[in-house]
Structure formats: C-alpha cells, structure tokens
C-alpha cells in the first residue's frame, strides 16, 4: 500500500482541490491512504483565533465568521448548494462554537489543540466529500481514532504500541477496495482529548501510518519541486537535490529545514520505506527521493531558523560551569519542553539560542534565575550550513555574528535579523 500527504498549499483553494482529485485519479491503485493538511494558512487563522479567545480580545467572532467564510466560500465552488457536505462542515464548526461560547478556564496549549485541529478535521471532509463527488470511492477516517498520544500538548508523544494495534485491527480491511483519508498533525489522549503533534506535522502522521502499515512508499506532494538546498522564498539560486540518504534528510530537518517535518524520517528508516517529496504542480516530475543509501553532498545546504532568542548565563558565585551546571540547565530546558537550536560553553558561560516562544521563555528564567544570572537577545536568527566551505560562509553570512559554531560537516551563526 501507499500513502500521500497533501499539504495546505495544495488544497488551499477549489483549484488545488481538483488538482488533488487529478493526481489521485491518474495514479489508479489499491491500498491507497491520504493524509490531508488544513487549508492555506487556516492554521495561522485558527492560532490567531485559540490567542484571542484566551487573551479575552473582542474580535473573537469576527476571526471565527472569517475562517468559516474562507472554508464555505471553497464549498459553493466545489458543490451544488443542496449537498450535505455544507451540513457537515457547519456541524464541525459548531465544536469551535462551544468552546469561545465561555470563558477560558484550561491551560493555553490545551485550548490551542481542541481549536487549531479542527482545521484538519475541516479540510479532509470536504476533501473526502468532493473525492467521492468525483466518483472516488473514499472513506473518511478521524486520525484521532488511530493516533493515541500522551498529555503534551502541542508537541504530543506518540503512543506507538497502542497507534499501531489500532491502525492494524481495521485500516488494511477498508483499503481493500476504497482510498481512505484522513487528518495530518492531529492525535488523541487516552481521557479522549484532541492533541497536536506540532507544527507542520502532517507528515509524520503519514509517516506514522506508512511505518504501522508497512507501505511500499510515502509520497509529500509540496509547492516545491522537491527538496531543495534553500528555502526558494528566501534564496534564488536554489539547487533541488534528485536523492537524499534518510541520515542526510535526519540532520537538514533537525537543523530547521521545514520542507519535511523532523520527525519523519525515522520511523520511515526503521521499516526501509522510501519517502518521494515531488510537486503537487506537476505530478509527473521526478522530485526527491529520500531512501537508504550511501550519497555524497557536495552542495552546501542552507537553512534558516528566524524568531530566535539567544540566552547566556554565568553561575551567580562565578564559578566554572561545570558537569552539576549544565546536568540543572539542562533540567531547566527539558522542564519547558525547549529544543536547543545551537549551543556554546566556556569556562564562565553557558550560551544558547532557541525558538522564541514568550511563555516558554518566561518559564524557563523562573527556573534559573536562583542559581544563574542570565543577558538575552531577540529579534534573531539562525544560519545552519551543512557542508560548509569558505565560500559558502562569506556569501550567505552577513551582518554581526553574535555565536560562531562549526564542527566538521556543519557552521552554525547567530546574527541579528534584519
């Protein structure tokens, strides 16, 4: 079997929708799974909603009657206005309705997931619904059914022994003479509340599904003509790279490279399953295969992390940062479900940067500030080039450097972003 993960630029209009329908149908075979992103930028709309209905904002409804509008407006260029499907979307909505119906009372990651999911839940009805208007027999699955997770919200856990007995004990029956679609980014906890398992991560669920169903391929299909040594949005002289090793496609998604989610591969690597990223555009072009083999990258390859903090810290008495020094910081990070992007120590600092999420970064000073006295910057970013030379270095670093890290295969900066 096969699985296809569409991403929301892909369906992010009627157009893209009859484009999906169009690949699907010319690549007639059994045992196929979808897995389908929210619409555009529908999960920003719905993260700008989850903040202004915690914050008590007064433009809670308009926000709401927006989303609905962008998703209602695709459904009367799609369908005749008596098909259910227009039902079924306003009966979805309504879960969002009784949630900004009363005051916030539970934790914002938690309100973030059971609001910014429903973008998913959205899109692959109505995408399921116009697959069988156009004569493609479809079973519409609920993610949440198969992906059990824990309580990390935002950021969840998958709970693989329970994901994959669910996804065995019914999945293969029905794809034995239907396709099957369902949701990307989106889990379950065992008290039965949604979970999201962070951004962009519509295509681990399909790497998720793929590993449990033993799949023959996963095929992205994205808004690029595979994977690139730069974000085409910030560089013009991108090179597309025709195969990649999972390791080499491990590290590239571990530094930042956003074009695969990072928690893909691997379970796809676990089962020798080849992963083809390829243009939903043009369906018949090559792309980039990802698979086990041994492939040697001379191209540099640029990747960059905007929206960085970056944190030093000195013992208050100070003294060396030692072993017990960094096993506390580190304590400290993993307690606010921090990732550290890159990292520097010397004999009197600690030096980090990290994706800056205010919260989190108020959490963590609350945790440090006994024992360490900390100076930070914002307004960062973070430039990672793996299979760095000299040239590559002076052409796309500009401007002052404030960290310089760089081993045997990769150089890392961290400059202000202008």
């Given at each position: 079997?096969?699985?296809?993960k ?10 893209g ?11 007639p075979?059994e ?8 619409m555009?930028?529908?999960?920003n ?10 914050d ?11 989303i609905?509008?962008y998703h ?9 206005g008596?098909?259910?499907v227009?039902?079924?979307?306003a ?13 916030p009372?539970d934790?914002?990651?938690?309100i ?40 990390t919200?935002r950021?969840a856990?998958?709970?693989w ?5 669910l996804?065995?004990?019914s999945i293969?029956?029905?794809?034995e003479n ?9 889990g ?12 962009e ?10 590993s449990c169903?033993?799949a023959?391929?996963v095929t992205v299909?994205?808004?690029?003509p ?5 974000d085409?949005?910030?560089?013009d002289?991108?090179i ?19 074009v695969?989610?990072p ?20 369906p ?15 191209t ?6 905007k ?5 030093t810290?000195?013992t ?11 096993s506390?910081?580190?304590k400290?990070?993993a ?6 992007n ?10 980090a940067?990290f994706?800056?999420?205010e ?7 609350k ?9 930070f ?5 973070l ?6 030379n000299?040239?590559?270095?002076e052409?796309y ?6 960290l310089?890290q760089r ?7 961290v400059l202000?972003d202008?």
């Open positions: 079997m096969q699985v296809f569409f991403g929301g630029a892909s369906v992010k209009d009627a157009d929708i009859k484009n999906l329908a169009k690949i699907i149908k010319s690549n075979q045992n196929l799974l979808v897995v389908i992103s929210a555009g930028k529908t999960t709309a719905l993260e700008k909603l989850a903040i202004s209905y915690f008590r904002q007064d433009d809670v409804h308009q926000l709401f009657d927006e609905k509008s209602f407006t695709m459904l009367h260029q799609l369908f005749e008596n098909h259910p227009f039902d079924e979307i009966n979805t909505f309504v879960e969002i309705d009784w949630i900004i119906e009363d005051e009372v934790p914002f990651d938690f973030y997931d059971q609001m910014v999911s429903m973008g998913e839940i959205v899109s692959s009805r109505i995408v399921g619904q116009y697959l069988n208007f156009m004569g493609i027999k479809t079973q519409w699955l609920d993610a949440r059914s198969y992906i059990q997770t824990d309580n919200y950021d856990k998958i709970d022994a329970k994901t994959e007995d996804i065995l004990k293969p029956k029905i794809l239907q396709i099957a679609i369902t949701q990307g980014f989106i379950n906890t065992s008290e039965n509340f949604t979970t999201t398992l962070g951004r991560g519509s295509d681990f669920t399909a790497a998720i599904f793929a169903l033993n023959k391929d299909w994205k808004d690029v595979g994977i690139l040594n730069a085409p949005k910030l560089f002289d991108c597309k790279f025709d195969e990649l090793s999972y390791q080499e496609a491990i590290e590239m998604t571990y530094y930042g490279a956003t695969i989610h928690k893909t591969i691997k379970p796809l690597q676990n089962k020798h399953i080849p992963l083809f990223v390829k243009p939903f555009l043009a018949k072009q090559a792309g980039t295969i990802i698979k086990e083999a041994q492939i040697n990258i001379n540099p390859i640029i990747i960059v992390k929206n960085q903090v970056l944190i810290l000195n208050r008495d100070l003294s060396f940062i030692t072993e017990n020094h960094l506390d910081i580190f400290a990070f307690e606010v479900n921090i990732k550290v890159t990292m520097q120590i010397s004999a009197l600092s600690f030096s940067s994706d800056h999420r919260d989190k970064f108020e959490a963590l000073q945790l440090i500030k006994t024992d360490f006295e900390l100076k910057n914002t307004d960062l970013k430039i990672t080039i793996r299979h760095a000299e040239k590559s270095i052409k670093i500009k401007g002052n450097i404030y310089e081993s045997r295969n990769t150089a890392q900066f202000k202008e």
